[in-house]
């Protein structure tokens, strides 16, 4: 059995003909004959159970949607959190957005007032820490360990001034993923100091390892101070339809805030919401094949590296499709991607996306075609370290 028989195909360059370079931003900005690895997105075709429900809705009338809480979309995603993390939720309670990160910059922009502290984990995509300065707030950096789990002076760093964090979970650019314990130290810390979290959970269906925890799951106290964000862009590869989900309590200063940003957040109209609906129904064969497909080319990245390139050091990430090389021992006087790609043409994204020195850190996404991978680590080990 080949792995494209378990997984969506991802063809190499040459099979795609033009098809990249007309509807992927990444290939297109990409020279001849480079290896595109820097975007979070994947190479393969959407979730025929996606596309399928999509063409359906294409046939009738595309006027305005009955209102997503009484289409069956709302309750669609409440059944799925039902089922897979024992979340009761009403139809009432979720939240229809564009994107997770226009939902974050618009809650902060109701939650926070100047000079107002959000605890966030690094390193960490800008858009985080940029959502909460965009506010008015100050974002406070809480490192990752090497392991990559939490610093243990997560508390050391909450002052009178603290209100909230953000969570990104699984996390973007380590891939990885809390233990459940690590999110119980993290609400019984909002509880004690009544802190509000903002929990980005994009990437909570691309587990390689383990189960997802939402952080709203741990009681009726977590949900209460909790907003998760979330969506199918990331799992059923959607970027380009741009439709996302916010998780709210029943009521409260969080069920507020929604209310007061209104009509600030464009709601994802029927094509949007039949694409949304068709992705939570349930984990389709596509899903199931495409983690598998992930998990394997993990592991051949992570061997291939440790290999042929020892002086970069990669953590098999438990989530998402993302490779954080610690390239600390080049001893590099440049960003590191920016060496790498103008030796190698293997475009990765620096680190100094993520608030780290790009010298030495760079995210490498791995899901593409199993070859294309191999032969750019292959590039990157004979032409760049």
């Not at 790609?341 to 996404?365: K, P, Q």
Request: proline residues 9%; glycine residues 8%; aromatic residues 8%.
């Amino acid at each position: 059995m080949t792995p494209f028989e378990t997984a969506p195909p991802a063809p190499a360059p040459a099979q795609y003909a033009d098809n990249p370079r007309r509807h992927s931003k990444k290939w297109q900005e990409c020279p001849p004959g480079g290896i595109p690895l820097d975007l979070a997105d994947m190479d393969f075709p959407t979730d025929p159970a996606v596309t399928d429900t999509v063409r359906r809705r294409l046939r009738h009338p595309l006027g305005y949607p009955p209102h997503y809480t009484t289409n069956g979309t709302a309750q669609t995603i409440c059944d799925y959190y039902a089922a897979h993390h024992g979340l009761t939720l009403a139809p009432a309670d979720v939240w229809l957005t564009s994107s997770c990160v226009a939902a974050a910059y618009l809650l902060f922009d109701q939650l926070l007032c100047p000079g107002d502290e959000v605890l966030y984990f690094s390193p960490s995509y800008h858009f985080i820490p940029d959502a909460i300065a965009a506010a008015g707030g100050r974002p406070v950096g809480v490192p990752l360990r090497p392991d990559g789990t939490l610093d243990q002076s997560v508390a050391a760093r909450l002052t009178k001034r603290t209100r909230a964090f953000h969570l990104c979970n699984p996390h973007n650019p380590t891939g990885y993923a809390f233990t459940c314990e690590e999110l119980r130290q993290l609400a019984r810390l909002a509880r004690e100091h009544d802190l509000s979290i903002i929990s980005n959970e994009l990437h909570s269906r691309l587990i390689l390892e383990g189960d997802h925890t939402p952080i709203a799951a741990l009681g009726e106290d977590a949900r209460a101070r909790t907003i998760t964000l979330s969506g199918p862009t990331k799992s059923h590869n959607l970027s380009g339809l741009g439709v996302a989900f916010a998780l709210t309590p029943a009521e409260g200063p969080l069920k507020d805030a929604i209310r007061r940003i209104g009509p600030r957040m464009t709601v994802p109209k029927g094509v949007q919401q039949a694409a949304l609906t068709a992705a939570y129904a349930e984990d389709s064969p596509w899903l199931r094949g495409t983690r598998a497909y992930l998990r394997g080319n993990r592991d051949t990245m992570v061997r291939i590296l440790r290999d042929l390139a020892p002086t970069v050091r990669v953590r098999p990430p438990r989530a998402t499709y993302f490779l954080w090389l610690d390239l600390r021992r080049l001893r590099l006087r440049e960003d590191a991607a920016g060496l790498i790609e103008r030796r190698t043409g293997v475009r990765l994204l620096s680190g100094r996306e993520f608030g780290s020195d790009g010298r030495h850190w760079a995210r490498m996404t791995f899901a593409t075609d199993r070859g294309l991978l191999e032969e750019a680590v292959h590039r990157i080990a004979s032409g760049a370290l």
